[in-house]
């Protein structure tokens, strides 16, 4: 018997598809130029890029979980995502 898959599960699993495929072209691209110069530019974009997917399928997910869950309950999840953010900045 096949599963439905839900719209918001499949818009994430396709963020984090395209994410892991960017960080292989990545990879990629450092062994072409096989340069550290140009392999610390490689990475240093990537770091751009992966709060951008973490939000993108936070985001989704909380959209997703919003009318299921109490307002008490999302609270301390984005508390948490506050928390996790200023972490990342400390």
Not at 10 to 35: D, P
Not at 53 to 78: E, Q, R
């Amino acid at each position: 018997m096949l599963q439905t898959i839900e719209k918001i599960v499949l818009g994430m699993a396709a963020i984090r598809i395209f994410s892991g495929m960017f960080e292989i072209t990545a990879a990629l691209v450092m062994l072409h130029y096989n340069s550290v110069e140009r392999a610390l530019l490689v990475n240093s974009l990537l770091s751009m890029v992966g709060p951008i997917i973490f939000f993108s399928t936070m985001t989704l997910g909380l959209y997703g979980i919003s009318t299921k869950m109490n307002a008490s309950n999302l609270f301390w999840i984005m508390a948490g995502i506050a928390l996790i953010v200023y972490g990342i900045k400390k």
